[in-house]
């Protein structure tokens, strides 16, 4: 019998560490005290004694008896640091801000996402991440910590590698034809694919996402939404590495509406005698189609390609990848195609300097089709809202398609004719110079240098030949349409910062940071709008009719950072920091905004009076406060005109909307405080965190009198408060040289309410009351969805969900590595348009049954059209399993001798997204929104692109 105590190097005891007998599998687990006991049947003996974080140890036994043993930290497992300062960082366990980490393994270890943002679902406490569209190449919103603004940004902002990257979502101009803009909300409905889909996830080595002002605010007057920070691959010194993978797979619909079951009475009632006689002779000749599944039932390739290579010596290291990827959508004639260049550099010359480069190219192509809301019957939605099983809608042997017997188009012909491309050529680089100025036993100066760049090119070109039904002039068309828009946009940023540290004989450490920073933003975009196109052409410039839209966007903001952070032996760790920002996008450019931050953290561990049990590996509190801003929209300081011409006389008008110099940019305050717990040598960990979130200044955009020459400006006007619940667990059960299961579980909730409204409460982001809208009103949630009725208007839902809830499960057995991810979103109503329309042209699936009725009297088709709007708001729920994957490593001796004996590993699997989809949301998916990513008002449905689940096989090879 050998028994004894495993010990960390600090001394404390060391629970549920492993002791193997090497060589066999006889072994133990030490208890909750650190001890073990372990027969073996002859001795000498070896033993192996490991546990999670801490390197392997090895120890000969002779004897039998006490064996106690230390083990020592793994070196790979070192304390993980977070942003704390514009050039610092600091020990997670030493962080008074709950900031969210994902590793590369988070990212793209279970299963590849389609675009970066993807990767963000369900993996941490506080994100709400919505697919609006479910069109190849992204379309995603990601918001933090409940709404941010009502009409400003609410997206977060995006650094990679010290880089401000563009996350804009441009418009392809589709409203030239669809009109979708023409009534209802007169807003962009195009869901056109947002910028950061253009970021490798295969290039990450990890992100972090500070959340709220608390921890946001060292990035001032562009981080009241929230900050991603996205840190890139880089080399590391020793033998070049080679890493190649290949995914191939498809994707499918999540779900589909199914058809109407028809019968004789029904066409009958429906649609008259001539509509009969066609579905007789369709049934009888079998050829009755299901339109939704020909549209929507294609089973897109996908292929994701990606090689890397890192290496380098103590002065020098690189890190260069390229990859390609390849997918084509659910609908025919769309797809996404992206290829991504990188090469990172690190070198340093001598010991007190040190240079970093990040250089990216991106190429990606899109085709979108389609889709969405339009006011013309013209996008494949809407046409196939209207489209019977009996309808001949198929081309002809010459190719010719027939009109659309019921409607304004035909949707196989939009389908295959139109053509909605967005290509982007995109140059990503960043670079810093780091100089140690002063270095003693108690004290550094350090200068720090940083520089970026990002600039693109992005062209749009939406085509609408002259043959589409609803482009001949006969049925009200253009004769054919040529859309082209060309973006070009430049950002760079520049920062020089100091950084001092001071340790005193006591254990005292202060750093000192300061410095100066900037920005500069140029976007310009040139839509060109064609109609009567000649012959075959597209040009624009072969057409009757030409019009021309630019939108300039230039911008550019400077100012400084100072922050002092004090560690008291990690028992208390205070920092204080204030942010300076002035820019041109402010009525007085050269006013500074200042943005203080504050906190503390205390490690209860640290106080041996606290901790005398070994009871806990950490017990922090922690509190902190922070203020950050959000510009005021576009165009919304100045008055901006229109120019006219009558009978060859030139002119100016006022586009309706009335500057404001003295607008201010909308301030946030955040106060966060909570705990982080961890025990048993970090196998179980728990964090909490509490926040109340304050916009003030609040940006409304409020009407005018028609007296006054203008329509509406936009002014500060309110107050709008969230209220939120962050709760995390993660926690490794078991633990063995063969077997290991690690679990994580992230839970939270926001309240939202408008405390302050200095304007009368308005209507906005829906199609009006009728139907359902949401309404901004003092004292009540900024995203409740009202209702029209007889007394008035009533309350009938809200976007925010209850809680949203992510399950994650990671289980390695010898060469196999099995995971999952579920995530749960209760609550969060969505105003669903689609049965509407499809009811109103009596094609709704559930058109026939009698469920909605109270009486239970009339057929839900029959009944929606003439229901009060909480028909039409439906409950969001889901319950998804988002990512699944299961991989098998190929063990060492089948690749002895394989290239020489040059391949280090070898891994298969097969992973998949959104494979199980659990609701009761009456259409495609529960995750729409049809006004895009710019608008905390999601979860409106009109006809989407249906989302996809994916299934991927998947190779890599490290050699």
Request: glycine share 10%; no cysteine; net charge negative.
């Given at each position: 019998?050998?028994?004894?105590?495993?010990?960390?190097?600090?001394?404390?005891?060391m629970?549920?560490?492993?002791?193997?007998?090497?060589?066999?599998?006889?072994?133990?687990?030490?208890?909750?005290?650190?001890?073990?006991?372990?027969e073996?049947a002859?001795l000498p003996v070896?033993?192996?004694?490991?546990?999670?974080?801490?390197?392997?140890?090895e120890?000969?036994?002779?004897?039998?008896?006490a064996?106690n043993?230390?083990?020592?930290?793994d070196?790979?497992?070192?304390?993980?640091?977070?942003?704390?300062g514009?050039?610092?960082?600091?020990?997670?366990?030493?962080?008074?801000?709950?900031?969210?980490?994902?590793t590369?393994?988070?990212?793209?270890?279970?299963t590849?996402?389609?675009?970066?943002?993807?990767?963000l679902?369900?993996k941490?406490?506080?994100?709400i991440?919505?697919?609006?569209?479910g069109?190849?190449?992204?379309g995603?919103?990601?918001?933090?910590?409940?709404?941010t603004?009502?009409?400003?940004?609410t997206?977060?902002l995006?650094?990679?590698?010290g880089?401000y990257?563009?996350?804009?979502?441009?418009?392809?101009?589709?409203?030239?034809?669809?009109?979708?803009?023409?009534?209802?909300?007169?807003s962009?409905?195009?869901?056109p694919?947002?910028?950061?889909?253009?970021?490798?996830?295969?290039d990450?080595?990890?992100?972090?996402?500070?959340?709220?002002?608390?921890?946001?605010?060292?990035?001032?007057?562009?981080?009241?939404?929230?900050v991603?920070i996205?840190?890139?691959?880089?080399?590391?010194?020793g033998?070049?590495k080679?890493?190649?993978?290949?995914?191939?797979?498809?994707?499918?619909?999540i779900?589909?509406?199914?058809?109407?079951?028809?019968?004789?009475e029904r066409?009958?009632?429906t649609?008259g005698e001539?509509?009969?006689?066609d579905?007789?002779?369709?049934?009888?000749n079998?050829?009755?189609?299901?339109?939704?599944?020909?549209?929507f039932?294609?089973?897109?390739f996908?292929?994701?390609?990606?090689?890397?290579?890192?290496?380098?010596?103590?002065?020098?290291k690189?890190?260069?990848?390229?990859?390609?990827?390849n997918?084509?959508?659910?609908?025919?004639?769309?797809?996404?195609e992206?290829?991504?260049?990188?090469?990172?550099?690190?070198?340093?010359?001598?010991d007190?300097?040190?240079?970093?480069?990040?250089?990216?190219?991106?190429?990606?192509?899109?085709?979108?089709?389609?889709?969405?809301?339009?006011?013309?019957g013209?996008?494949?939605?809407?046409a196939?809202?209207?489209?019977?099983?009996?309808?001949q809608?198929?081309?002809n042997?010459?190719?010719?398609?027939?009109?659309?017997p019921?409607n304004?188009?035909?949707?196989?012909?939009?389908?295959?004719?139109?053509?909605?491309?967005?290509?982007?050529?995109?140059?990503?680089?960043?670079?810093?110079?780091?100089?140690?100025?002063y270095?003693?036993?108690?004290?550094?100066?350090?200068?720090?240098?940083r520089?970026?760049?990002?600039s693109?090119?992005?062209?749009?070109?939406?085509?609408?030949?002259?043959?589409?039904?609803f482009?001949?002039?006969?049925n009200?068309?253009?004769?054919g349409?040529?859309?082209?828009?060309?973006?070009?946009?430049?950002n760079?940023?520049?920062?020089?910062?100091?950084?001092?540290?001071?340790?005193?004989?006591?254990?005292?450490?202060f750093?000192?940071?300061?410095?100066?920073?900037?920005?500069?933003?140029?976007r310009?975009?040139?839509?060109?709008?064609?109609?009567?196109?000649?012959?075959s052409?597209?040009?624009?410039?072969q057409?009757?009719?030409?019009?021309?839209?630019?939108?300039?966007?230039?911008?550019e903001?400077?100012?400084?950072?100072?922050?002092?952070e004090?560690n008291?032996?990690?028992m208390?760790?205070?920092?204080?920091?204030?942010?300076?920002?002035?820019s041109?996008?402010n009525?007085?450019?050269?006013?500074?905004n200042?943005?203080?931050?504050?906190?503390?953290a205390?490690n209860?561990?640290?106080?041996?009076?606290?901790?005398?049990?070994?009871m806990?590996?950490?017990?922090?509190?922690?509190?902190?406060?922070?203020?950050?801003?959000?510009?005021?929209?576009?165009?919304?300081?100045?008055?901006?005109?229109?120019?006219?011409?009558t009978d060859?006389v030139?002119?100016?008008?006022?586009?309706?909307?009335?500057?404001?110099?003295?607008?201010?940019?909308?301030?946030?305050k955040?106060?966060?405080?909570?705990s982080d717990?961890?025990?048993?040598n970090?196998r179980?960990?728990f964090?909490?965190?509490?926040?109340?979130?304050t916009?003030?200044?609040?940006?409304?955009?409020?009407a005018?009198?028609?007296?006054?020459?203008y329509?509406?400006?936009?002014v500060?006007?309110g107050?709008?408060?969230?209220?939120?619940i962050?709760?995390?667990?993660s926690?490794?059960?078991?633990?063995?040289?063969?077997?290991?299961?690690?679990?994580?579980?992230?839970?939270?909730?926001?309240?939202?309410?408008?405390?302050?409204?200095?304007v009368?409460?308005?209507?906005?982001?829906?199609f009006?009351a009728g139907?359902?809208?949401?309404?901004?009103?003092?004292?009540?949630s900024a995203?409740?969805?009202?209702?029209?009725?007889?007394?008035?208007?009533?309350v009938?839902?809200?976007?925010?969900?209850?809680?949203?809830?992510g399950?994650?499960?990671?289980?390695?057995?010898?060469?196999?590595d099995?995971?999952f991810?579920?995530?749960?979103?209760?609550?969060?109503?969505?105003?669903?348009?689609?049965?509407?329309?499809?009811?109103?042209?009596?094609t709704?699936?559930?058109?026939?049954?009698?469920?909605l009725?109270?009486?239970?009297?009339?057929?839900?088709?029959?009944?929606?059209?003439?229901?009060?709007?909480?028909?039409?708001?439906?409950?969001?729920?889901y319950?998804?399993?988002r990512e699944i994957?299961?991989?098998?490593?190929?063990?060492?001796r089948?690749?002895?001798?394989?290239?020489?004996?040059?391949?280090?590993?070898?891994?298969?699997?097969?992973s998949?997204n959104?494979?199980?989809?659990?609701f009761?949301?009456?259409?495609?998916?529960?995750e729409?929104?049809?006004?895009?990513?710019?608008?905390?008002?999601?979860?409106?449905e009109?006809?989407?692109?249906p989302?996809?689940?994916?299934?991927?096989?998947?190779?890599?090879?490290?050699?």
């Open positions: 019998m050998i028994t004894g105590t495993v010990m960390t190097a600090e001394g404390t005891t629970p549920f560490a492993n002791v193997i007998e090497k060589g066999t599998s006889n072994g133990v687990t030490s208890d909750i005290d650190g001890k073990y006991s372990i073996v002859n070896v033993l192996e004694f490991s546990s999670l974080g801490f390197t392997t140890f120890k000969s036994v002779a004897r039998a008896g064996t043993v230390v083990l020592e930290a070196a790979q497992a070192l304390e993980e640091v977070v942003i704390t514009l050039a610092t960082s600091i020990e997670r366990t030493n962080s008074a801000n709950a900031v969210a980490s994902l590369a393994e988070d990212i793209v270890g279970t590849p996402p389609s675009t970066l943002d993807g990767a679902y369900g941490f406490a506080g994100a991440v919505n697919q609006n569209s069109a190849p190449g992204g995603l919103s990601v918001k933090l910590r409940g709404a603004s009502l009409q400003g940004n997206q977060p995006y650094i990679i590698d880089v990257v563009d996350n804009s979502s441009i418009s392809a101009g589709l409203n030239a034809v669809s009109g979708a803009a023409n009534g209802g909300s007169a962009n409905q195009d869901n694919t947002n910028r950061i889909a253009d970021i490798n996830p295969e990450i080595a990890n992100i972090e996402i500070l959340k709220g002002a608390s921890a946001a605010a060292i990035y001032g007057s562009r981080a009241a939404a929230g991603v996205i840190t890139t691959k880089r080399g590391k010194a033998e070049t080679f890493r190649f993978s290949q995914a191939t797979g498809w994707n499918e619909a779900n589909l509406q199914g058809t109407r079951d028809y019968t004789e066409v009958l009632n649609y001539a509509a009969l006689a579905f007789i002779a369709a049934r009888n079998g050829t009755l189609v299901d339109y939704e599944d020909e549209i039932g294609e089973k897109g996908i292929s994701n390609t990606n090689f890397s290579m890192s290496g380098g010596d103590a002065k020098s690189f890190f260069a990848g390229v990859s390609h990827n997918e084509n959508g659910i609908v025919s004639n769309t797809g996404y992206k290829t991504s260049l990188r090469l990172n550099l690190d070198h340093k010359p001598a007190w300097v040190k240079f970093n480069l990040s250089s990216n190219y991106i190429y990606s192509s899109s085709d979108r089709g389609f889709f969405n809301n339009d006011n013309t013209t996008t494949i939605g809407i196939l809202t209207a489209t019977r099983p009996w309808d809608l198929f081309p042997a010459d190719g010719i398609y027939p009109d659309h019921n304004a188009s035909n949707p196989l012909q939009t389908r295959d004719l139109v053509r909605n491309n967005e290509t982007v050529n995109r140059f990503i680089v960043g670079g810093s110079m780091n100089l140690d100025v270095k003693a036993d108690n004290s550094s100066l350090e200068i720090i240098l520089g970026g760049l990002d693109y090119a992005q062209k749009t070109r939406v085509i609408f030949p002259k043959e589409l039904q482009q001949k002039p006969a009200g068309g253009l004769n349409v040529s859309v082209q828009g060309d973006t070009q946009n430049k760079y940023n520049l920062s020089a910062f100091a950084v001092h540290n001071f340790t005193t004989a006591n254990d005292i450490n750093r000192t940071q300061a410095g100066v920073t900037n920005e500069f933003f140029d310009n975009t040139v839509l060109i709008t064609a109609s009567g196109l000649v012959a052409e597209t040009n624009v410039d057409a009757a009719n030409t019009g021309v839209n630019q939108t300039r966007f230039i911008q903001d400077s100012g400084f950072f100072a922050q002092e004090v008291i032996m990690d208390f760790i205070a920092t204080f920091g204030v942010r300076g920002d002035k041109s996008n009525g007085d450019a050269n006013k500074l200042y943005y203080p931050k504050a906190s503390l205390t209860l561990n640290e106080f041996g009076f606290w901790n005398e049990d070994g806990w590996d950490q017990f922090k509190l922690r509190a902190a406060y922070g203020e950050a801003g959000n510009f005021p929209p576009s165009g919304a300081l100045f008055t901006s005109y229109n120019a006219f011409s060859g030139l002119g100016i008008s006022l586009i309706g909307i009335r500057g404001d110099g003295d607008l201010k940019s909308e301030r946030q955040e106060l966060e405080f909570g717990l961890e025990f048993f970090g179980l960990n964090s909490g965190t509490y926040y109340i979130k916009v003030d200044d609040l940006i409304l955009q409020s005018l009198p028609p007296s006054s020459g329509t509406s400006e936009f500060n006007a107050e709008l408060q969230n209220k939120g962050e709760l995390s667990l926690a490794t059960p078991f633990s063995n040289d063969d077997f290991q299961w690690d679990f994580s579980v992230n839970w939270f909730k926001n309240k939202s309410e408008i405390t302050r409204l200095d009368e409460p308005f209507n906005i982001g829906a009006g139907l359902g809208t949401f309404r901004i009103e003092e004292g009540k995203t409740q969805i009202v209702g029209a009725y007889p007394e008035g208007l009533r009938i839902g809200d976007g925010e969900p209850d809680f949203q809830m399950f994650n499960n990671v289980f390695k057995y010898k060469q196999f099995f995971s991810l579920w995530q749960w979103k209760k609550g969060g109503d969505n105003i669903n348009l689609t049965n509407l329309l499809t009811d109103l042209n009596g709704s699936a559930d058109f026939d049954d009698i469920t009725d109270p009486d239970g009297v009339i057929p839900n088709g029959q009944f929606r059209p003439n229901a009060p709007a909480d028909v039409f708001v439906q409950d969001a729920s319950l998804r399993l994957g299961l991989y098998y490593t190929l063990p060492d089948y690749l002895d001798g394989v290239i020489g004996g040059a391949v280090d590993s070898v891994k298969l699997g097969f998949g959104n494979l199980i989809n659990i009761d949301y009456n259409s495609y998916d529960p729409v929104s049809n006004f895009g990513a710019g608008t905390i008002f999601t979860g409106v009109v006809t989407p692109f989302s996809s689940k994916r299934y991927m096989f998947h190779v890599a090879v490290n050699f």
